[in-house]
């Protein structure tokens, strides 16, 4: 039995969210005050910590949900199921290139930029330890995990260097060769 949601509860965290978001345009995440997103909300405080704990957990469910949807994880899950490692990796890649134009707004500072790169680094790890279990299921978990990580480091350096280098390349052409290596053998290079 599905239990039906509050509207009024939704529609509460959307406008904590969205106010949120607002104010993250307008001026620095550590000058962001509860008060201001409540004020902006044009809810009260109890409202707002009935929905979160504070404004360092609403910025981490804000990145996770903009994470998943840029992922795609919110997508149907048979639909993920049927791609190839390499064209899970060729998509996540070009999905975090995506997602990185969007964290500007969210992040002006250390204390911020760590919280979004754990966020981002769970994320991924549970994703491709979800895929390698699914289609490589004749490894032990514990190196599912450990390709996982490996995996999640190598995209997000080849995000990070993506996105510090003004490429003409499309995502997907960058990451190709790297991927054939990947997946293949360095041998076969």
């Known amino acids: ?10 529609r509460s965290r959307t406008q904590i969210i969205d106010a949120f978001v607002l104010l993250s345009g307008k001026k620095p ?3 962001i005050t509860v008060k201001d997103i409540t004020t902006e909300a044009r809810i009260n405080r109890a409202t707002f910590y009935n929905h979160f704990l504070d ?11 903009a994470l998943r949807s840029n992922l795609g994880c919110n997508s149907h899950p048979d639909i993920k199921e049927h791609l190839s490692t390499e064209d899970t990796l060729r998509e996540l890649f070009s999905s975090l290139i995506r997602f990185e ?11 911020e930029s760590e919280m979004i790169a754990l966020v981002i680094l769970s994320h991924l790890i ?14 032990e978990s514990s190196v599912h995990l450990k390709l996982a990580r490996m995996l999640t480091h190598a995209l ?3 995000t990070k260097n993506y996105c510090e ?22 041998d076969t290079l």
């Open 55 to 65: 404004k360092y957990d609403l910025l981490e469910q804000v990145v996770s949900e």
């Open 156 to 158: 997000l350096g080849m």
């Open 126 to 139: 549970d994703i491709l330890s979800s895929h390698l279990a699914l289609h490589k299921p004749g490894i």
């Open 101 to 111: 134009k969007t964290l500007d707004s969210y992040s002006d500072g250390s204390e």
């Open 29 to 31: 995440f550590s000058s």
């Open 165 to 186: 280098s003004s490429q003409a390349e499309a995502p997907e052409v960058y990451i190709d060769p790297v991927l054939t290596a990947l997946i293949n053998g360095l």
């Open 1 to 10: 039995m599905q239990v039906k949601k509050d509207p009024r509860v939704t």
